[in-house]
């Protein structure tokens, strides 16, 4: 199980991922991050965070931003956040 340290440091890096956008029209997903309770719920807001990251500074550099997100929780919650494998698939 995780820390809260684990999820303050993510919830802190994704605050500051979002604060480098430029439009301001980001509080729903600023209050997603502020109120999440776990770290599950951080997971489940990087698509929106994405978003907003992409519509500000484009996909490039959110793609960069949300790898660097993504190895934090692969690091702190390895278990859970690992990525998944693909099953092979049996020849005909």
């Known amino acids: 199980m995780e820390s809260n340290d684990d999820l303050e440091a993510i919830r802190k890096t994704m605050l500051q991922a979002l604060e480098q956008t430029t439009d301001g029209a980001n509080s729903a997903i600023e209050r997603k991050l502020l109120f999440a309770h776990d770290i599950d719920q951080l997971w489940y807001a990087r698509p929106e965070l994405m978003t907003a990251i992409a519509a500000s500074r484009g996909e490039a550099l959110a ?3 949300l790898a660097d997100i993504t190895r934090q929780f692969e690091a ?5 956040f690992k990525p998944k494998t693909r099953a092979t ?3 005909s």
Not at 76 to 80: F, L
């Open 63 to 65: 793609n960069i931003s």
């Open 76 to 80: 702190r919650a390895p278990e859970r």
């Open 89 to 91: 698939r049996r020849k």
